[in-house]
């Protein structure tokens, strides 16, 4: 089956950066969409970016004004979300999700995922 397993959360300052990671444990997902959201206290899973899971593709959220970026080690099967200029409002939980593509490059609603990592914590302070 295989998991997703996020990691690299934790408290940073507004202005610093973090890189999230979602490594696959125990298979690999080529030919997956994979996506980043979020999840901030009352308030609905957030997209964030999506793209293949082992190719260089990738689609934003606007909201986001190029301050997150996707990035890949297919060697290590993990994908990064490398998040600059960090703000208060950016604290939530994070999520990468996994889905079969069946030709899709992106997927940006959350429902859309079937397979989700358990989530990393990022707080931003002010």
């Known amino acids: 089956q295989g998991e997703l397993v996020e990691s690299g959360g934790g408290l940073v300052q507004a202005g610093g950066s973090l890189r999230l990671s979602c490594a696959a444990s125990?298979?690999?997902?080529?030919?997956?969409?994979m996506g980043w959201f979020r999840q901030a206290p009352g308030k609905e899973r957030e997209f964030l970016a999506t793209?293949?899971?082992?190719?260089?593709?990738?689609y934003y959220a606007d909201s986001l004004a190029g301050r997150f970026t996707i990035s890949r080690d297919n060697a290590k099967n993990t994908v990064y979300l490398q998040m600059n200029s960090l703000k208060p409002e950016d604290t939530a939980v994070y999520y990468c999700?996994?889905?079969?593509?069946?030709?899709?490059?992106?997927?940006?609603?959350?429902?859309?995922?079937?397979?989700w990592g358990q989530g990393t914590q990022v707080t931003v302070s002010s």
């Open positions: 125990g298979r690999t997902f080529s030919g997956y969409v």
């Open positions: 793209g293949p899971w082992n190719t260089g593709s990738a």
């Open positions: 999700a996994v889905q079969p593509s069946w030709g899709r490059s992106y997927l940006q609603d959350y429902k859309d995922y079937n397979y």
